[in-house]
Structures are given as structure tokens and as C-alpha cells.
């Protein structure tokens, strides 16, 4: 089958790379003039991991990631109040783990498309679905069709809203906000630490990244649209918010703050879920965070989405689109809705909205460098409760009723 996959991302180019695999033809679209390298540093493990081991992506993460040895709540003077090393992390994940820039994660799993078109700058604005395919408007002014097509743009996908509705209809605002931006020659250096500072509803981390650039990672507990007017878009109006919200703060900041006007690209978003009871109709699929945003405190939305991309291509190996659209959903979702319940629980994590809940949280800190204690408190939200099917021989399943997966958030 032909199959367009709108955003090129870490989702899209998983599935296609699964989706050539079993003989369809898939094609990327990528509204970005062109694939961006680094970005947020995203950790990575679980079943995700399992998926780029079998595309043979592991040497290459690790030698572009980072072995993170350490997780550092400081005071107001820089001075450590709560500790975890990330040997404890790579215990609970038998050492599959590593940190990795999202968009580097994204350029490997791209490099593994060779020979699929990919089409940058170009976004498919419009989707009219009939009997035999689907015909896809692109941003050029032109037409194609295709089979099927695929939304793996993002948490704010086009193709969801223009398949299912507005965002408003799936997203659910966690009452965050989160920014990054990276930057050179900061002067403070620690390298491979995770060094972060909290006040009441308010947290500032640092992470350097190899050669002399800092990723500053902003989280804050704050409206939907935080000065009531529309969400900030340009980088103008995110350096505005990002100062008004932290130049009180203390610790680095005002020396973070310093650095954003030589920023660009500065990332700033809600912190949001998306939550669907389908995420297949017709012809049209969703993947990723564009199907099930989990939202950076789940900690593990890059692995959820290439899980997905994967069972969808898997699925698709047999033909028979909605058979396969159906086994998707009734695979995947009660495993990503899990996921999704999981990160509420933390939702408090970074930015705890009192002096009391943060030392509670930086209690919690001290006691998971307790390798036992870990296990105990961390353990399950990082096991992943499901077995990857292998597709390798796919078997067209007749006779199978496709039947729509039962509603998950009520
Ligand atoms: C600060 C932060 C920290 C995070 N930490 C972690 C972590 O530790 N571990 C983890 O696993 N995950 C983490 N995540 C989440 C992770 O980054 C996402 O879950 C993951 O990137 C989702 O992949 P995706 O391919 O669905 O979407 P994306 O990676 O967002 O890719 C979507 C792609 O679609 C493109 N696109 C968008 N709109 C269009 C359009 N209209 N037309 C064409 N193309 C379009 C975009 O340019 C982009 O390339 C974090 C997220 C944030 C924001």
C-alpha cells in the first residue's frame, strides 16, 4: 500500500522504516525545512529501547546519547539537597537506558530510511477519504493519493484535527508549562548531572550537553493561556514569558535568562495529554504523540510512540487496513492509557506547588538512591507491561471482526 505519513518526527520515520519492512511504500512529509539534530534531552528505555534494538539502532543512540550519572536537587546557592545516580536508573532498566537529544534520536531512526521519500518543508493540509484511498492536499498546492495516511505530527497533529476535530476535543492540560532552549558557553559545567532547582510551583534544570551547550529546562505551574491572550508563539513572546515567570527565582536563573536572546528555536508548550477512545478512522491512523501525548512527565512518550508506529506497521504487514487499523487500537491502548494514568501521578514532580511538597519530593529523591527502596518506588511505572509482537510472518487473520476498542477515558 501507499501510505503518506504526515511529520517526520520519531513516530513517523519508525513506522515507515516497519512499514517498508513488510512491503508497503510509505512517504514522509515534514513541514521543518529539515531534520533538526539535538533539541531536549529525552530518556530513553523500555520498550522503545526493545523496538531501536531491533531496527539496530543502539550503537548509534549510545554513542550520540549520554550516560547520565546523576540527578541533583540544589538550594539556592547550588548546594546538593537530594541526590539519585543514575546507576539506579540502569538497574531498574537492566541497563538498557540511555539519554539521548530528541532530535538525534529522530536523525537515527531517519538514517534507517534510506531510500523513502521524504518530503521536508511540505505538510499535508487537507484529506478528503473515499472508497478506494484517501486524497491528500499538500502545502505546495498539489494533490496525491494514497492508501492510507498517517498523523505523526506531534501533540498540536493537523491530520487529527482534520480527521477527528478540533484539539480542544482531546487535549487535557495538566496545569504546566514547559520550555528549553539551548545555548552555548555557559559557563557552569556539570557534566552528565542533571542539576535542578525548585521553588513553589516553579523549576529550573540544566543539563550540559557535549561540546560547550546547555539545555535549560523550564517548568512551571501556570494557566492555560498564562496572560489570558493567545499562547505564546513567536520567540519574542516566549523570551517575554519565560522572564516575567523566572527572573525572581534565584539560583541560576537570571544567568539562564541572560542567554535567551542569542536562543532560537526556544521550545515552549503546554503540558498536555491527548486523549482519544479511536485513533483510527477510515483511512486515516494516528501515531505518537499526535494519537496519545503522554506528556514529558510520563518520561517515556519517544518509546510510546515508536511502540505504536511498530504494532501499526505490524499489523498493516497482512493487508486488510481495518482489520489492522481495529488490532492496533485494542493492542496498544489500554497499555498507553495506562502509561498516560501513570504520568498523572507525577504530574507534581518537578514543580510541586509547596515548600512542603518539595521536600517531600526531594525525600523521595534521597530514598530512591536506596537501591531496594528504588525498585520499591519506582520500579513498576517503568516496567513495561506489554510483549511486542513479532510480525515477521504475518498471516492475514480470516474471518477476524474488526470491533472498535471499548471507551478508555470516560
Ligand atoms: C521537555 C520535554 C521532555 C521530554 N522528555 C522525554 C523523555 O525523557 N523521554 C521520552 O521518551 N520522551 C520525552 N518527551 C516526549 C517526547 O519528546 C515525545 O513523546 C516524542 O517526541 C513524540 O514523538 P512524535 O514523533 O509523536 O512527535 P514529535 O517528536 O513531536 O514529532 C512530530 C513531527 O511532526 C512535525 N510536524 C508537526 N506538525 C506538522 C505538520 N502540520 N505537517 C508536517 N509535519 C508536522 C514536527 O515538525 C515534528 O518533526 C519529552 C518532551 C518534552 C517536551
Given at each position: ?38 533539541g531536549y534531552v529525552v ?59 530528541r ?77 528549553v ?34 539545555a ?51 521550545y ?143
Amino acid at each position: 500500500m501507499r501510505i503518506a505519513i504526515n511529520g517526520t518526527g520519531v513516530a513517523g520515520p519508525t513506522l515507515a522504516y516497519w512499514l517498508r519492512h513488510y512491503g508497503h511504500e510509505p512517504m514522509l512529509f515534514e513541514k521543518a525545512p529539515k531534520l533538526r539534530t539535538g533539541g531536549y534531552v529525552v530518556d530513553f528505555w523500555g520498550v522503545g529501547y526493545d523496538i531501536a534494538e531491533k531496527m539496530g539502532l543502539l550503537p548509534r543512540l549510545h554513542e550520540l546519547g549520554y550516560s547520565m550519572e546523576e540527578l541533583r536537587m540544589v538550594d539556592a546557592d547550588g548546594e546538593p539537597k537530594a541526590r539519585m545516580k543514575g546507576d539506579t536508573f540502569r538497574a531498574l532498566t537492566d541497563g538498557r537506558y540511555v539519554s539521548i537529544a530528541r532530535g538525534d534520536l529522530a536523525a537515527t531512526i531517519f538514517d534507517a530510511c534510506d531510500g523513502i521519500e521524504a518530503r521536508f518543508g511540505r505538510s499535508i493540509v487537507g484529506l478528503r477519504q473515499h472508497d478506494a484511498g484517501v486524497r491528500a492536499a499538500i502545502d505546495d498546492g498539489t494533490h496525491e493519493d494514497f492508501d492510507l495516511v498517517v498523523g505523526a505530527d506531534g501533540l498540536h497533529s493537523h491530520v487529527r484535527e482534520l480527521t477527528f476535530g478540533p484539539e480542544s476535543d482531546f487535549e487535557h492540560f495538566l496545569g504546566f508549562q514547559v520550555a528549553v532552549f539551548i545555548a552555548p558557553g555557559y559557563p557552569r559545567r556539570d557534566e552528565l548531572v542533571f542539576v535542578s532547582h525548585t521553588i513553589p510551583g516553579r523549576h529550573l534544570a540544566r543539563i550540559s550537553l557535549h561540546g560547550d551547550e546547555t539545555a535549560f529546562l523550564f517548568i512551571w505551574r501556570s494557566e492555560r493561556n498564562p496572560e489570558g491572550g493567545a499562547f505564546p508563539e513567536t520567540d519574542d513572546d516566549k523570551r517575554r514569558l519565560l522572564r516575567h515567570v523566572f527572573a525572581d527565582m534565584g539560583w541560576e536563573a537570571p544567568d539562564a535568562l541572560a542567554l535567551l536572546d542569542g536562543a532560537e528555536n526556544i521550545y515552549l508548550d503546554r503540558v498536555s495529554q491527548i486523549r482519544m477512545d479511536h485513533w483510527t478512522k477510515g483511512r486515516v491512523a494516528l501515531v505518537g504523540d499526535a494519537a496519545a501525548c503522554a506528556s514529558l512527565l510520563a518520561g517515556e512518550g519517544s518509546g510510546l510512540g515508536m511502540t505504536e508506529a511498530y504494532v501499526l506497521a505490524g499489523e498493516l504487514a497482512a493487508g486488510d487496513h481495518e482489520r489492522a487499523f481495529a488490532a492496533y487500537e485494542q493492542r496498544m491502548q489500554p497499555f498507553v492509557v495506562g502509561k498516560q494514568q501513570a504520568a498523572m501521578r507525577f504530574a507534581g514532580f518537578f514543580a510541586p506547588a509547596t515548600k512542603r511538597a518539595i521536600w517531600m519530593r526531594d525525600l523521595g529523591v534521597r530514598m530512591a538512591s536506596v537501591p531496594w527502596l528504588a525498585r520499591m518506588l519506582m520500579g513498576s511505572s517503568l516496567r513495561d507491561e506489554i510483549e511486542l509482537p513479532t510480525y515477521d510472518t504475518p498471516e492475514p487473520k480470516a474471518g477476524e471482526a474488526a470491533h472498535p476498542a471499548p471507551t478508555l477515558w470516560a
